[in-house]
C-alpha cells in the first residue's frame, strides 16, 4: 500500500433500504474521481462477512453505467448481513483478522453503510487501527429506516419508507372510505418500527388529506379500551377510519400486540402480525367489517416510490464519507444537518463515532399528540420535507429497470477463516 | 324525459380499483361532449343503493378539473357498495323501485360500473324497463381486479394490480436476495384472488428477472410436500426464494390455508393470512428464516403504480359506454379486445350481457406450468402488456393529488324506500 494509492473497502448491514445503493453509488463515483488516491472500492460480499472471510467484491470491473444505475437500485447490490462483531475483549481475533485482510489487499479507507451497531463496529475498527499502528480511515455511512440515529436529523432509507406509507395509507383509505357504506370500515396496516414510531408518524401524514387515522406507536403502551373508544368515534364521525400499527406496539407489560394469543395449528405463538390482532379487537368489540395489510419488506424495498430528498441525501452522505476519508478524518460519520423547515434546506454535517454508537433516537413526546393517536404540527414540520419528490426509475416492459451487479470475486492472498 | 335531453345515471358496484374513477372520468367527459342528447350525470352515491334510497349526486356540479382528476384518483369517487339484487322474483320490488327513480330524474342511460354480479344486475334491470315499458339502455361498465370476466380480453383494474404485484415482488425479492446470507431466506407475499389466480400469475412475470419465484394459485390444489420440496430445491439454488400465494389457495377438500388451525386467544379460527400459514410451513419444514407480507387493499389502491395500458382502457369503456348508449344498444358491455400480443394492439368490441353474467374466468391451464408453480410462456406473452406504461399521478407536498369531489345530493322527489 503506497500513500498516493490506497484501496477502499464498502460493505452494506443490516436490514437494507430502497437508496442504500444510492450511498453505494456515491461513495463508488467519488472515488472514481479521485483515481490518484484512490486505488480500487473493493465490497464486502454480505457486507462483513465479505471481509473476514476475504470474499471481496471487485466494482472496478463494473462500468460506469452498472455504477450509476446503482442509483435507481433497492436493496443491497453487494449483499447484506444480520452479523454483529462481538466486543474487541470477546472477539478481538475478528478485529484482527479484519485488519489482516486490509494489509493483503491495501485498503486504507474504510466504509461502513449501516445503522447504530454497525456505526458501533466502524468505531471499534477505528481504534484497533490505530493500536496495532494500521492507517485507516473508518467512515460510517448512515442508513436505516427506522430513523432512529442521533446526531443526524434524519437517516438516509427513512424518507422512502415515509413515503411509501405515506402514499399507501392515502390511497388504502381511499379505499376503505369508497366502501365503508355496505363493507369495510376499518383498515388496519402494520408498518415496520420494533422500538420508534417514526415509520407509523409518516402515516399519520394523511390526517391533512381529511383522512381519520389512528397511529399505534411503540413509545406509547397499548390502551385497548381507549383505543377502541378512538376507533369508534372516528367510524360514527366519519363512517371509516384507518389504523396504522408499529410492529412494535406493546401493552403496558412490554408484551407485543402481536403475539397476543394467537397459536398456529400445533400451539406455537404465530410469529408477526399486530395488523390482524388489531383488527380482529376492533371487529369483536364493535363488530366493524375490516381489512388488513402487513407491508413487511414492500415498505423498505420500494424504490418505485422513493423520496427524491432522500435518495439526494442517500448519494451526498456516500459521496462525504470518501471525501472525509481523503480529508484524513477517521471514526466519523457525515450527517443530515436541516437549516430550514420550509422550503426545507439541508447540508451535511459530521459527527464523531463515538457519540453514536448504541443510542437509538425515538420519537420525541412532542411529535405525538397527546392522547397518543396522532402526530403533532411539529411532526408534520420535521417529516414533510423528508417525503418531498418523486425519483423515477426508467421502466421496461413494466417494470423498473433495477441493476444486478457481476459483483467478480477478486482473488484471495489468505488462508481462510472461520467467523464466529 | 324528452328524447333529445336524457339523464344518465352511473354507479360504482363492489371492490374498487385504482382506475375505475378513469372509467367515472370517461362516462363523464364524453356525455358532457353531448350535451344536446344528454343532460346530466346522476352519479349513485354508494353504488347502487344510491339510486334504491334516490340519493343522487350531482355530477353537473363539478368542474371540469375535478373530473379530469378522476383519471388519477383511486378507489370510488361516489363511493361503491357489495350490495346484490336479488332475482327479480324475489324482490321484484327493487327493481321497480330502480325504474321509478330513473322515471323521475328522467333518467334513460344507466351505466353500471362493476364485475360479474353488476354485469347480472345491469342485465335484469334491462329487462325489467322492456317488460315495463320505460325505454332505458343499459350498459355494463367491466371492472374488477380479479380480471375474471368472460368475453373480454382483460378487465380494467388489473392491469394496475398485475403492474403493483410484479413491481412490489421484485422488490421485495432483491431485498431478500440482498439478506439471504445471514438472514431471511424465503418471502411470502400474499395477494388477492379468491377464485381465480390472475394477480398471483403477475408476480411470476419478475422469473424474467431471474428471481426464484414460487406461484400459488386458486386453480392448483396445494400440496404441501411438493410444494415444501420446491421451496427447499430453489433456496439450495438460489441461496433464496419468493414466493407469492394467493388469498384463495387451497387444500384439495376446498378448505383455505388461511384457514389453517390459526386461532387466537379466544380460540376463534384466525381470519385472513394465508401469507403466514405458508411462511410458518417453511421455517417449521426447513427452518428457513422468513417475511411475509399481506398487500390487501394496497394492491388494489396504489394509483401512484398504475399500469398506462390499464387507465387507458378504463377510460375507454367508459367513453364507449356512453357511445353506445347514444346509438340505442342495451344489455351490452364494451370489451377490451386484443388484436397482437408484441407490439400489444387493441380495440373497444362489445358483449351482450346476456352472456357475461354470472360466468367467472379461471386462469387456463395452458397458462400455469405444468408443476403448477409458475406461469408459462404463453401467460407472459398474454400478461406483459397489461403491465406496460407508467402514468403517474402530480404530486404536491409528496404526496399524490387524487380528487375527492363535492358529491352535491339532487333533491328527492320520491318518498323514501328501504332496501332489502
Redo the contacts between chains.
Keep these: 500500500m503506497t500513500a498516493s494509492k490506497t484501496n477502499a473497502f464498502y460493505a452494506?448491514s443490516g436490514?437494507?433500504t430502497?437508496v442504500i445503493n444510492a450511498s453505494a453509488c456515491g461513495v463508488i463515483e467519488t472515488a472514481r474521481r479521485h483515481p490518484g488516491r484512490i486505488g480500487t472500492v473493493y465490497a464486502g460480499r454480505?457486507?462483513i462477512?465479505g471481509a473476514l472471510t476475504e470474499d471481496l467484491i471487485d466494482t472496478a470491473a463494473e462500468p460506469a453505467e452498472a455504477i450509476a444505475a446503482l442509483r435507481f437500485?433497492?436493496?443491497?447490490?453487494f449483499?447484506?448481513?444480520?452479523?454483529k462483531l462481538k466486543s474487541l475483549e470477546k472477539n478481538r481475533r475478528e478485529y484482527e483478522r479484519l485488519i489482516e485482510v486490509f494489509r493483503a489487499h491495501g485498503i486504507g479507507y474504510f466504509f461502513y453503510n449501516g445503522g447504530g451497531d454497525s456505526a458501533d463496529t466502524c468505531f471499534k475498527i477505528s481504534q484497533l487501527s490505530e493500536s496495532m499502528g494500521y492507517p485507516l480511515s473508518a467512515i460510517h455511512v448512515p442508513k436505516t429506516i427506522d430513523n432512529d440515529l442521533p446526531l443526524t436529523d434524519c437517516c438516509p432509507g427513512f424518507g422512502s419508507v415515509a413515503?411509501y406509507i405515506?402514499?399507501?395509507t392515502?390511497?388504502?383509505s381511499?379505499?376503505?372510505?369508497?366502501?365503508?357504506?355496505?363493507?369495510t370500515k376499518v383498515?388496519v396496516?402494520e408498518v415496520m418500527g420494533r422500538h420508534a414510531g417514526w415509520i407509523a408518524a409518516a402515516g399519520g401524514?394523511?390526517a391533512?388529506?381529511?383522512i381519520p387515522v389512528v397511529l399505534l406507536f411503540p413509545e406509547i403502551d397499548f390502551d385497548r379500551e381507549r383505543f377502541l373508544a378512538r376507533v369508534d368515534a372516528l367510524v360514527k364521525a366519519h363512517g371509516y377510519c384507518t389504523v396504522v400499527v408499529s410492529e412494535g406496539c406493546h401493552h403496558p407489560d412490554g408484551s407485543f400486540l402481536a403475539e397476543?394469543?394467537?397459536?398456529?395449528?400445533?400451539g406455537?405463538a404465530?410469529?408477526?402480525?399486530a395488523?390482524?390482532?388489531v383488527?380482529?379487537m376492533v371487529k369483536?368489540a364493535l363488530g366493524h367489517k375490516f381489512?388488513?395489510?402487513?407491508?413487511?419488506?414492500?415498505q423498505?424495498?420500494?424504490?418505485?416510490?422513493a423520496?427524491r430528498t432522500d435518495v439526494e441525501q442517500a448519494y451526498a452522505v456516500g459521496r462525504r464519507a470518501v471525501e472525509l476519508a481523503l480529508d484524513g478524518e477517521n471514526a466519523v460519520m457525515p450527517t443530515i444537518e436541516r437549516t430550514a423547515d420550509a422550503p426545507y434546506a439541508w447540508r451535511i454535517g459530521t459527527a464523531p463515532l463515538a457519540q453514536v454508537a448504541n443510542t437509538e433516537r425515538k420519537m420525541p413526546r412532542d411529535f405525538i399528540t397527546e392522547d397518543g393517536y396522532g402526530i403533532t404540527e411539529a411532526a408534520r414540520r420535521y417529516l414533510?420535507?423528508?417525503?418531498?419528490?418523486?425519483d423515477?426509475p426508467a421502466?421496461q416492459?413494466?417494470?423498473?429497470v433495477?441493476a444486478?451487479l457481476r459483483n467478480t470475486p477478486v482473488p484471495r492472498r489468505l488462508a481462510e477463516f472461520t467467523p464466529g
Tied chains: 1, 2.
Excluded at 79 to 83: A, M
Excluded at 174 to 183: E, I, L, N
Design positions: 452494506q436490514g437494507v430502497s454480505n457486507g462477512l437500485t433497492p436493496a443491497g447490490a449483499g447484506s448481513c444480520r452479523y413515503k405515506a402514499v399507501s392515502l390511497e388504502a381511499f379505499d376503505v372510505r369508497s366502501m365503508a357504506a355496505t363493507s383498515f396496516l401524514l394523511v391533512d388529506h381529511g397476543q394469543g394467537v397459536r398456529d395449528a400445533f406455537h404465530q410469529l408477526g402480525g395488523a390482524p390482532v383488527a380482529q369483536e381489512h388488513w395489510a402487513v407491508a413487511d419488506y414492500l423498505r424495498a420500494a424504490r418505485h416510490i423520496s414533510r420535507p423528508l417525503i418531498e419528490g418523486e423515477y421502466y416492459g413494466g417494470l423498473p433495477y444486478t
